[in-house]
């Protein structure tokens, strides 16, 4: 834990920052845990925090696979000690006990013990039902991670698994959204007390619920809940314990590389600085997580934008429009920091004087081989369901137009104004420490595109409302703006690589 204050001024910063973060939130759910103590709804309070219980002790769990997490203090790293089995799990399971994390936790669940404080038994439960959360979420944590480590022994394995948390994560939000949109007035109390009951009785909640029975009068559940509670613990301590000794022999497995014949992508282009470069690039975009990643999210922000109008009543037809412009804007804002991702490897380009016009249409050819099929045959499904084919040319234009400028924008700004990225390898979720800004670059190039694609957006606008013609014009204004922001933004973009080739490489040297 010390360590963390021994790194960089700026990673120094980061943890501070962490740390501050988790105190204030810490705090603020304190005070409001100590102002329930006064309330007088007990039984609202006993479900609404038995849910919210259930929910951390499982975060405790999914999180760890979720963000590949990967343990400083894996008991594989203590083989060589010949420590006892039992001396070394607990001695891990109190190392857990340090890290930010679990430490916001005590906090908040000494506030649940002031919450039940209202008699001598009351709080003896309070104090023991809180050991019994904390153990729990620790071992969890520990088991979660010491898992991973085993079934998930390649970091690709892990960065899958992450991807798929995150999927799960989308596919979650209408049970999200239709809890936001629930009027707790009237129905919400009751499907809270359901939830609460039957998680009450699970090894989730069982130990959050344990304090909240015994002041409503119900000491008879309470205790049951409380050996549930407890009988969880022992069996995830023996868990760890078993765990702990299989790590303990098992060693660590390596990636197995694969051996393929031929060149690949540099066999198939031309051999010039272009199609080298391309080649480099559809080679990374297929390859490099930290790419393949970004693509596998953009399918679904069209979800996380269309299923909150879909719960709000818009109808389907008008929903339809909505995905390919999302995801064609998403495509060409992917590549904003594509010269980042290269990392110290840009030496290559500045040492051989490679044309900024190669570099950047080399660039972009990996993006263009995804976004004209998407927008040709993600228009032609958007309007199928929209049953109007007159809508066809402004679907076009402005999933065109949004597409284009996006490369356009990127093609400068990836160029003039690189940020630090995690380097090639890397866990893909993992965001570095750097003193350099992202938040302009960013901004600029997602704004940018939607602020030049208004016209086209317009004259699609009134197509739908005055005159079908105008969806005509929204075509060919959104081919021409994209085409002319591609050709300026490869022309700005291929200038500047030539003449700030050394500050980029002096900015991958840093990060």
Known sequence: MSNHFKRSPAQVVGVLAGLAYATAMAVVLVVALVGLRLAGDVTLIRDALTVAGSIIVLGFFVLPLILGTEDSMEPRKFALLGLANRELSFGLLLAGLLGVPAVTLTLVLLGTVVTWSRGVLETMLALVAAAFTLATCVILARLSMAW????????????????????????????????????????????????????????????????????????????????????????????????????????????????????????????????????????????????????????????????????????????????????????????????????????????????????RIGRLLPALALGIPLIGLGSALSIYVYEDWVVLPSMLGVSTCLFLTGLGFSSFTSSRMPYPVTKPGDSPFAQPQASESSAFTQSLAFLGPIVLTVPAAACAVLGFREDPMWHMLALTTGVGVGLLAVIVGVWVGGRTFERRGPDMLASALRA
């Open 148 to 359: 991973g480590a085993l079934l998930l022994a390649t970091r690709r394995s892990r960065e899958f698994t992450g991807v798929g948390g995150i999927v799960l994560l989308v596919v979650l939000a209408p049970i999200v959204l239709l809890v936001l949109n629930t009027n707790w007035g009237r129905s919400g109390r009751g499907l809270l007390g359901e939830l609460g009951t039957i998680l009450s009785w699970t090894p989730l909640g069982a130990s959050s619920a344990v304090a909240g029975d015994a002041a409503t009068g119900f000491w008879a559940p309470a205790v049951l809940k409380l050996l549930i509670a407890g009988a969880t613990v022992f069996l995830l301590w023996v868990a760890w314990q078993a765990t702990v000794a299989r790590m303990l022999v098992t060693p660590g497995r390596a990636a197995v590389a694969r051996h393929q014949g031929g060149l690949g992508w540099f066999d198939r282009l031309p051999h010039n600085a272009i199609g080298v470069i391309a080649a480099r690039s559809f080679t990374y975009w297929a390859r490099d997580s930290r790419y393949w990643v970004s693509l596998i999210m953009i399918p679904f922000v069209p979800i996380l934008a269309v299923l909150p109008l879909a719960i709000a009543g818009v109808p389907l037809h008008w929903l339809a429009l909505i995905p390919v412009p999302l995801m064609c804007l998403f495509l060409g804002w992917a590549v904003h920091n594509d010269v980042a991702y290269d990392s110290t490897a840009i030496w290559l380009h500045v040492a051989s004087g490679t044309r900024g016009f190669a570099d």
